[in-house]
């Protein structure tokens, strides 16, 4: 499921063109690049707080200036397609550890389901994007078979 996940993610990337980047809803949501920067800061935030011997290759995406304003670290595609993949790729061995630790995360009853989580808070993301895409006009119906075709590879 979570590798699926990252292939969804990574279409997603691979299909927007250049100015669809800075998009937003024009009603003052996050750019289409900015969101997808949170979706892989999320990762980096509950590894480090939840499970931080499992970073891995996961790094922070963003981070709150002391005014409180946030800061993008990285911004090119590539990048956050890489962070991701890095980001899910620690998440799915600091589940497994877990498991055969027979512990869990503190709130959650099992491992997994911070991986769940995970898919739930990209899913949002990638939903509010394609919603911000429409809004601006732009159709990118490789993007959505993407989105609802992968599910079955895995």
């Known amino acids: 499921m979570v590798r ?17 980047w800075n998009l937003t809803d024009g009603l003052g949501g996050e750019s289409i690049r900015d969101q997808l920067t949170h ?12 499970a931080p011997e499992h970073m891995g290759n996961a790094r922070a ?19 956050i397609k890489t962070s991701l ?4 790729e620690a998440a ?6 877990a498991k055969a630790q027979g512990r869990s995360f503190e709130g959650y009853a099992d ?4 991986l769940a989580r995970t898919l ?11 919603s911000v ?8 119906p490789e993007i959505r078979q993407a989105m609802y075709g992968l599910w079955g590879e895995e």
């Open 4 to 20: 699926t996940n990252g292939r969804i993610n990574a279409a997603m990337i691979d299909g927007l063109e250049p100015d669809d």
């Open 39 to 50: 979706i892989a800061h999320f990762r980096y935030g509950w590894l480090k707080e939840l």
């Open 61 to 79: 995406t963003m981070k709150r200036g002391d005014d409180g304003s946030i800061q993008m670290l990285i911004s090119e595609p590539e990048d």
């Open 85 to 88: 993949l890095d980001g899910d």
């Open 92 to 97: 799915f061995q600091a589940v497994q550890a």
């Open 111 to 114: 491992p997994a389901m911070i």
């Open 120 to 130: 739930a808070h990209d899913a949002n993301h990638r939903g509010t994007i394609m």
């Open 133 to 140: 895409l429409r809004i601006n006009g732009r159709k990118r």
